[in-house]
């Protein structure tokens, strides 16, 4: 595995076939990974990513990220099992709390505890994976003795990505962890400082963010500020090293915190800001939706001007 690596993030919004397509782009342009994003309300990452595991070769697939709250732990390891055969031992599986739940109103006679659930989660799939029929009693979730999934899966166990800025799960991920994903995050200081958590531990950091690149430089950012207004709600409050007001009106938003939250611009600009981030500390850059003003172009753009700036020496 280099020890930098790039990858294209796809919101599940698309028509069958459309994630094929970007995904092959990808992959013909020296990706490492595809990942598609399990967003509430939008559709279930898993059959885009059936379909990006059957037309392509090499680059590493995954979900950014399941929920412990929307699916129980046997759903997941059953998930990532099928993704795994799919694409031929391709598979990792990204596990994070989740983001708009309070829109579902959890049932609140118990203690949500999302990283317990997230912990506990990840031991029922490790499980089931391995085809230990020992069964499991948690403080949030539970598995009878002599549970074992039908079927054999083709690997005892997958790489786990954490998707989190908490240093609680930032804990878990040095310890379980093959990654850890800082999602809407495109700041070196966060790098550095989830760097510093993780300690000695050997923990991949990947940074996640909105990506639009254009040749108009302006005209992408004025599209990312649009889409990075919708997340701001969400991770600004995240990051301890700025201080961002949330509810900013996307027009509003200055070139320095738009930098903090997203890619975006001339293909230039897109890779001093990727190196910067390597240089934080990151191990892989993943660029997200909705890729450019044309999503086709922008995938388009960043394989052939942007990946070329990336390669390692």
Known sequence: MSTR?????????KRPGDYAALAVQAEDAGFDVVTVFNDLFFQPALPALLEIAHATERVRVGPS??????????????????????????AFLGLAAGAWLDRLELPRDRPQRPAQRIRETWAIVEL???????????????????SVLAYEPLRPRVPLLVGTWSPLLTAFAAEQG???????CANPAMVTLTRERLGAAETRIVVGAVFVVDEDDAAARAQARLEVALYLPVVAGLDPTVDVDPRTPAAEIPDDVLDLFAFAGEPARIAEHAERLFAAGASRVEFGTPHGIDERRGVELLGSQVVPLLREP
């Open 5 to 13: 690596e790039l990858g294209l993030g796809l919101q599940s919004n």
């Open 65 to 90: 990220c399941l929920n412990p709250f929307t699916l129980h732990p046997v759903e997941i390891a059953g998930q990532v099992a099928a993704l795994d055969l799919a694409s031929d031992g391709r």
């Open 128 to 146: 089931l994976l391995a085809g230990d029929d020992s069964g499991f009693d948690g403080e949030v979730f539970h598995l009878a003795p002599g």
């Open 178 to 184: 093959a990654e850890l994903k800082l999602g809407g």
